[in-house]
């Protein structure tokens, strides 16, 4: 048998394409040292492999080796002969199986060295690799870069460097954002609505008409509730009132399919007009939380809340109880909602026309208060803006006037990021997915290309991602699989056509990776469907299981992990 022809970095095999899988004999492999990793004794029956990231996102790679010895796997970039380390993981004494996860970076070529540990004389090699794109934590928000250029930019949250911005200078910053579920495509609210790709190039503008007269109508927000449905508010001024719209849009076409024209009916009976600048909904989509700033005194330091469905307002939550003409002033900058229903409430404390103090309440779906966290300074004229919740609802962001990002424990109170930013708007959107490439025609701000998602529906080109599990062993003897349920993001189906009724294929395999078994189809949940369950159960017996998931429908895939139910046997 003659020896691999992979031996040395210089003869490396190209692992082209992923998912990749060979099995290959190391007996006679190379003993030649080349490197030192961290994690081994020795470096023996050396093989080796290489890889390009060659897409413009970064990727987590999965790289498994199960052998008939005593094997590890080092990763490394740079070049043959000027190597450096990124990862080393070793096997457990006679556990030949090693499992290395590390993310890789666009556009970075990585080695991959398996060796026998022990000094023996190799054996049996399989090495699988799978690859998914990383979702990058990123941050929206209308901006100005320069006296006129007027637009939009992502931020990254684990620093706050600009990582893309639409290409095409508006006439003014769009006064609110929001993402599409169903695509990650940005919407802004100008009194037109802005469809942003992913990638922040400006698709399509759609001209609003404004509510009909007597008032002067002002853009005021734009909100998706997590049913995927698509809300604006208008607010309109006389001479001696304000008034306020709120409009339900198809979420593509944008088309009006519903005008509730007595929205604020309430505020104007107690108020005499209120200026509603913010709302957010309830997860199933049947109430609005709004709140402004108007009003004066003791009416304006409340929050409302309007049933869509039984057209009735009543009074939500309040803040303070100073009354009309004590020199106090309170009004609402902004509000989310968590995803159990619990409503986020930005506040702002003025005394004689100056911000004191600002607070993030959040509030039970009774509005009774659940917790209360208090902002830090700086404090600048116009105080905090833009309050987002995280998907995992674990932070709050918002936009602390110019120029600061600022992130906020849920769980603490603490802030936990800081990040002096160009010039922001008054509204901002989490996403996680990949970092935008600079969106418009031209390159990004680095002189990148702009990034175009692979799997959006126009295109017809959908990712295969496929991971598969570690071998489920004990000692040679069987294994009973009652169940096996996968943990993902749920509900993120689309609204029409594939991906409406995302399938999850799972493959088990009962000798270790050498055969597979016909595929279980699971369904992964409709749009708006967050507590689909995605499990199989009755997967049968065997001594060494590999479990295997596949998903291509063009969604935001997010596999978070497996939950297995077994039983042992007694042979």
């Given at each position: 048998m003659p020896p691999p022809t992979n031996g040395t970095c210089a003869t490396a095999t190209v692992m082209a394409t992923l998912p990749y899988t060979v099995t290959i004999d190391t007996t006679?492999?190379?003993?030649?040292?080349?490197?030192?990793?961290?994690?081994?004794?020795?470096?023996?029956?050396?093989?080796?492999?290489?890889?390009?990231?060659?897409?413009?996102?970064?990727e987590l790679l999965d790289v498994e080796i199960a052998t008939s010895y005593d094997a590890g796997i080092s990763i490394w970039t740079g070049t043959c002969g000027s190597l450096t380390e990124v990862s080393c993981t070793q096997a457990s004494f006679d556990v030949h199986q090693v499992l290395v996860t590390f993310p890789a970076l666009p556009a970075t070529v990585y080695w991959v060295l398996v060796s026998d540990t022990e000094l023996g004389a190799g054996g049996t090699l399989t090495l699988t690799v799978n690859a998914s794109i990383i979702a990058v934590p990123t941050l929206v928000s209308g901006v100005r870069f320069g006296d006129q250029d007027?637009?939009?930019?992502?931020?990254?949250?684990?620093?706050?460097?600009?990582?893309?911005?639409?290409a095409s200078p508006l006439?003014?910053?769009?006064?609110?954002?929001?993402?599409?579920?169903?695509?990650?495509?940005?919407?802004?609210?100008?009194?037109?609505?802005?469809?942003?790709?992913?990638?922040?190039?400006?698709?399509?503008?759609?001209?609003?008409?404004?509510?009909?007269?007597?008032?002067?109508?002002?853009?005021?927000?734009?909100?998706?509730?997590?049913?995927?449905?698509?809300?604006?508010?208008?607010?309109?001024?006389?001479?001696?009132?304000?008034?306020?719209?709120?409009?339900?849009?198809?979420?593509?076409?944008?088309?009006?399919?519903?005008?509730?024209?007595?929205?604020?009916?309430?505020?104007?009976?107690?108020?005499?007009?209120?200026?509603?600048?913010?709302?957010?909904?309830?997860?199933?989509?049947?109430?609005?939380?709004?709140?402004?700033?108007?009003?004066?005194?003791?009416?304006?330091?409340?929050?409302?809340?309007?049933?869509?469905?039984?057209?009735?307002?009543?009074?939500?939550?309040?803040?303070?109880?100073?009354?009309?003409?004590?020199?106090?002033?309170?009004?609402?900058?902004?509000?989310?909602?968590f995803t159990n229903g619990t409503v986020a409430v930005l506040w702002h404390h003025l005394t004689s026309g100056a911000i004191d103090s600002a607070v993030v309440v959040i509030y039970g779906t009774d509005g009774t208060v659940l917790d209360t966290i208090p902002l830090l300074e700086p404090i600048a004229s116009n105080g905090y803006r833009g309050l987002v919740v995280t998907p995992d609802d674990a932070t709050l962001w918002m936009i602390n006037d110019w120029p600061f990002l600022d992130a906020y424990s849920v769980a603490t109170g603490a802030r936990t990021a800081h990040f002096t930013i160009a010039h922001p708007g008054v509204d901002l959107v989490y996403t996680e997915g990949p970092p935008p490439g600079g969106g418009g025609p031209g390159p990004g701000p680095g002189g990148e290309p702009p990034?175009?998602?692979?799997?959006?529906?126009?295109?017809?080109?959908?990712?295969?991602r496929l991971r598969r599990a570690p071998h489920v062993n004990a000692e040679n003897t069987r294994l009973f699989v009652r169940k096996f349920e996968l943990d993902l993001e749920r509900g993120q189906?689309?609204?029409?056509?594939?991906?409406?009724?995302?399938?999850?294929?799972?493959?088990?395999?009962?000798?270790?990776?050498?055969?597979?078994?016909?595929?279980?189809?699971?369904?992964?949940?409709?749009?708006?469907?967050?507590?689909q369950r995605v499990l199989?159960?009755?997967?049968?017996?065997?001594?060494?299981?590999?479990?295997?998931?596949?998903?291509?429908?063009?969604?935001?895939?997010?596999?978070v992990g497996a939950w297995l139910d077994i039983e042992g046997g007694t042979s």
């Open positions: 006679l492999a190379s003993t030649t040292t080349e490197v030192n990793p961290t994690c081994v004794a020795a470096v023996d029956n050396a093989v080796w492999w290489t890889y390009t990231n060659a897409n413009t996102v970064h007027e637009t939009v930019a992502a931020y990254r949250a684990a620093d706050g460097v600009v990582t893309g911005r639409d006439a003014s910053i769009p006064r609110a954002l929001d993402r599409r579920p169903s695509d990650g495509h940005i919407l802004g609210f100008t009194g037109s609505v802005i469809d942003y790709s992913p990638s922040l190039g400006i698709l399509a503008t759609t001209g609003m008409s404004d509510p009909p007269p007597p008032y002067l109508w002002t853009p005021q927000w734009i909100r998706f509730d997590q049913l995927g449905q698509l809300y604006i508010g208008w607010s309109g001024s006389s001479p001696d009132m304000a008034h306020t719209v709120l409009q339900r849009l198809h979420p593509t076409t944008f088309a009006v399919l519903q005008t509730w024209t007595d929205f604020d009916a309430g505020i104007l009976a107690l108020a005499g007009g209120m200026s509603v600048s913010w709302g957010t909904f309830a997860p199933d989509g049947t109430k609005c939380y709004y709140g402004g700033s108007g009003g004066g005194g003791a009416i304006q330091n409340r929050v409302y809340v309007y049933d869509l469905v039984a057209l009735t307002e009543s009074v939500f939550a309040t803040y303070g109880t100073w009354s009309s003409g004590t020199g106090h002033t309170v009004f609402v900058s902004s509000m989310a909602t990034y175009v998602p692979p799997e959006t529906e126009t295109d017809q080109r959908y990712i295969r189906g689309l609204a029409t056509g594939q991906g409406s009724d995302p399938i999850v294929l799972l493959r088990l395999s009962r000798d270790g990776g050498q055969t597979w078994g016909e595929e279980i189809r699971m369904q992964a949940g409709a749009l708006g469907a967050y507590t199989a159960r009755r997967l049968g017996h065997a001594r060494d299981t590999v479990f295997e998931v596949t998903v291509s429908d063009p969604i935001a895939w997010s596999l």
